[in-house]
T-cell receptor, first 110, second 116 residues
Framework: EDQVTQSPEALRLQEGESSSLNCSYTVSGLRGLFWYRQDPGKGPEFLFTLYSAGEEKEKERLKATLTKKESFLHITAPKPEDSATYLCAVQAWRDDKIIFGKGTRLHILP | EAGVVQSPRYKIIEKKQPVAFWCNPISGHNTLYWYRQNLGQGPELLIRYENEEAVDDSQLPKDRFSAERLKGVDSTLKIQPAELGDSAVYLC??????????????FGPGTRLTVL
């Protein structure tokens, strides 16, 4: 069964304190792995798609990486406005179904 | 460019009552998704449309939930009758045709449903 597990569930960092969020996945034939950001009361906002192991993508203070079993979302020198829930999702070639993890709630303290 | 539009934003109903949610996707997006998101959880797919065709409704509780996407544009998700456990945020998303490489999803703001 396809599965996505995100850790930690919640993370509190001081402004400027870099860290990484983890997304472990089990899927038969990965079509794509997605990272989304979700602010309270809003729908998820697309950040990145990764397709193959070794791929990396960057956007401002965020960098996403992918291996055959997991993905990391690295956040460098975060600011309070980076506080949000970060969601990871995978899509399988077999049926195009997209499965989300439960997310990591990130709180950046000023 | 307008994003995905959903209405209403909030809905409070008594159990056993019907409720309907409406979604207008981004213009030109062939694929439309309905998700349910419970508090502290990730979105869970209910149904996916490719144009007018429902290509994945395996997670839709068909005894009480129904959906339609007439003319391949707007979509409506209905619950009848609603149960207490249906309280959640219902999200609509759209993307370009998957076979054209468009799997980046754009989400609407969601409808928060409370069943009393």
């Amino acid at each position: 069964e396809d599965q996505v597990t995100q850790s930690p569930e919640a993370l509190r960092l001081q402004e400027g304190e870099s860290s990484s969020l983890n997304c472990s996945y089990t899927v038969s034939g990965l079509r794509g792995l997605f990272w989304y950001r979700q602010d309270p009361g809003k729908g998820p906002e697309f950040l990145f798609t990764l397709y193959s192991a070794g791929e990396e993508k960057e956007k401002e203070r965020l960098k996403a990486t992918l291996t055959k079993k997991e993905s990391f979302l690295h956040i460098t020198a975060p600011k309070p406005e980076d506080s949000a829930t970060y969601l990871c999702a995978v899509q399988a070639w077999r049926d195009d179904k997209i499965i989300f993890g439960k997310g990591t709630r990130l709180h950046i303290l000023p | 460019e307008a994003g995905v539009v959903q209405s209403p934003r909030y809905k409070i109903i008594e159990k056993k009552q019907p409720v309907a949610f409406w979604c207008n996707p981004i213009s030109g997006h062939n694929t439309l998704y309905w998700y349910r998101q419970n508090l502290g959880q990730g979105p869970e797919l209910l149904i996916r449309y490719e144009n007018e065709e429902a290509v994945d409704d395996s997670q839709l509780p068909k005894d009480r939930f129904s959906a339609e996407r007439l003319k391949g544009v707007d979509s409506t998700l209905k619950i009848q009758p609603a149960e207490l456990g249906d309280s959640a945020v219902y999200l609509c998303a759209s993307s370009l045709n998957l076979w054209a490489g468009g799997n980046e999803q754009f989400f609407g703001p969601g409808t928060r449903l409370t069943v009393l």
